[in-house]
């Protein structure tokens, strides 16, 4: 059975920095593409940063990009996202997803496994 747990949300200041990690079990990590979406209260989830299987190729969303930084570390089987310069409006639950294949993906549909979500808040 694949689970994905994350862990590292919490409550921070606007300027400050988080980094979540999501720990990967019951598959062959190296071989599938992750990713990292969120959801704000009353918002659809949305597409925040993915990384290839290699750690080669890597996407990000316009909002983040120069902010975040998504790396993996294919022998803990886990993929992190370094989150600086917080703002207000990155408040959401942040998804951890397996894909279905090799590649960075920023569409949903792209990823077969979820994790549960860890709350981050950023305070103005």
């Known amino acids: 059975q694949v689970q994905l747990v994350e862990s590292g949300g919490g409550l921070v200041q606007a300027g400050g920095s988080l980094r979540l990690s999501c720990a990967v079990s019951g598959r062959t990590f190296s071989s599938y593409g992750m990713g990292w979406f969120r959801q704000a209260p009353g918002k659809e989830r949305e597409f925040v940063a993915a990384i290839s299987g290699s750690g080669g190729s890597r996407a990000y969303a316009d909002s983040v990009k120069g902010r975040f930084t998504i790396s993996r570390d294919n022998a803990k089987s886990t993929v992190y996202l370094q989150m600086n310069s917080l703002k207000p409006e990155d408040t959401a639950v942040y998804y951890c997803?397996?894909?279905?294949?090799?590649?960075?993906?920023?569409?949903?549909?792209?990823?077969?496994?979820w994790g549960q979500g860890t709350q981050v808040t950023v305070s103005s």
């Open positions: 997803a397996g894909g279905k294949s090799f590649i960075a993906s920023d569409r949903p549909y792209e990823y077969h496994y």
